[in-house]
């Protein structure tokens, strides 16, 4: 199948904000130039731009053709990036997007992103654009953990893994796998380790074990039936099974495994995806038709929150502010108090959302709400009663995820 990639013109997407203050950096280093050691800043990579604030922006795709677009959530200001052919998934790892085609995995860097020091961040821009093409069976999930990414292939039952270094660099090259057997599985970096899937006699994942750099088995499996997502905190990586959660944590290089059960007297259906905002130890899930799954990994509890209606997607804000926010079937938006359980906010938003499926993203300040059907982005105050703050115009939502964090 054909596909073009339209060039991508970003100067307006690139604020020259001044670098936040390191030694001896006065001024930034010209683009493309190696700065000495002991005047770089944390996470620097040559040509990038380092900013005073995060360079946050919303990516956009659409689902039939491909079409994507960045906005920039600081100036506003929108540019074309690329198009890709009809797309079925779209995973996110830090700066760069994995956009799953008919022909393939597309690795798109955004152009921006966040790197951790100690107390502190450091923020970074670069002109975006598309890497390449990882050449991969039928490639599914992706995982990474800042240093290397592992894109697992369904039908062979392997995880390509590719250094960060090389995508920053423009490179796609692949420096080793981790093997299991074919099935819908995931390999997650985690520390100098992997946490791979493995397939139970149904082809369905039920386990999780670790392995090493050598495709080594340092932890056996864990039981977790029925697999279906997972999600990294402070606290360890989670997987969501149909009996609860399975948590795997890291101690000076040893491994544990820790079941996290529902409730005795739980009723409603499994979360089979967990969302959060990202750094938080809480995490989300729409509960059937009945309400939302939230899992406090710090405290390893779950708890039902009823909804009045059904939810399609949810996520769980976590920290000092105390919130689970959906979208509903009806097309409200709500804040749970995940204490309680009480809806503290419902407010109209979306129409006919039954024929779409809203994305729902969230970070320090915001959340974000897609209408695929109206081809409109919504920013939620979720502090202020679930106030709109903006809304954008985009040429598709069929996809949403928030870039630079």
């Not at 390191?22 to 996470?43: K, R």
């Not at 659409?62 to 890709?84: C, H, I, K, M």
């Not at 090493?212 to 279906?228: E, I, M, Y």
């Not at 919504?378 to 954008?392: C, K, N, Q, T």
């Amino acid at each position: 199948m054909h596909r073009t990639k339209t060039p991508l013109l970003l100067l307006g997407l690139l604020p020259l904000l001044a670098a936040c203050a390191t030694p001896d950096a006065g001024t930034q280093p010209d683009a493309g130039s190696q700065t000495p050691a002991e005047t770089a800043p944390h996470g620097y990579i040559a040509g990038a731009q380092e900013n005073s604030e995060p360079q946050t922006g919303l990516l956009t795709l659409d689902r039939e053709t491909g079409e994507a677009q960045l906005l920039s959530l600081l100036t506003e200001e929108t540019v074309d990036a690329g198009t890709f052919g009809p797309v079925s998934t779209v995973h996110q790892d830090g700066r760069y997007t994995f956009i799953t085609t008919d022909d393939g995995m597309d690795v798109f860097d955004t152009g921006a992103w966040t790197v951790a020091h100690g107390d502190h961040d450091h923020y970074y821009s670069a002109e975006p654009g598309v890497v390449g093409t990882l050449e991969l069976e039928d490639p599914g999930a992706v995982a990474g953990n800042g240093s290397v990414i592992a894109v697992f292939s369904d039908s062979e039952g392997y995880a390509s893994l590719y250094l960060r270094e090389d995508l920053d660099a423009g490179r796609i090259v692949e420096t080793g796998r981790i093997t299991t057997s074919p099935h819908r599985g995931v390999a997650v970096p985690f520390e100098d380790f992997f946490l791979v899937s493995v397939a139970g006699a149904d082809g369905i994942p039920d386990g999780v074990e670790v392995r090493n750099l050598d495709d080594q088995t340092v932890l056996p499996k864990a039981r977790c039936p029925g697999l279906s997502a997972h999600a990294q905190t402070r606290a360890g990586v989670v997987f969501s099974c149909t009996d609860g959660a399975l948590l795997i944590t890291e101690d000076d290089g040893a491994f544990a495994a820790e079941h996290i059960p529902y409730p005795a007297d739980a009723s409603a259906e499994p979360a089979d995806t967990l969302n959060h905002r990202p750094g938080s130890n809480e995490l989300a899930g729409p509960a059937g038709d009945t309400g939302v799954w939230h899992l406090d990994v710090s405290e390893r509890v779950w708890t039902f929150l009823e909804t009045p209606v059904p939810v399609v997607a949810a996520s769980a804000v976590g920290g000092d502010t105390q919130r689970v926010l959906a979208v509903s079937t009806d097309g409200s938006l709500l804040s749970l108090n995940p204490e309680s359980g009480a809806v503290l906010n419902q407010v109209p938003l979306l129409e006919h959302v039954e024929d779409s499926v809203p994305q729902l993203r969230i970070d320090t300040s915001r959340a974000y709400v897609s209408d695929p059907n109206g081809s409109t982005v919504y920013e939620i105050d979720y502090a202020d009663g679930l106030r709109v703050a903006r809304s954008f115009d985009v040429p598709s939502a069929d996809f949403l995820l928030e870039t630079g964090l």
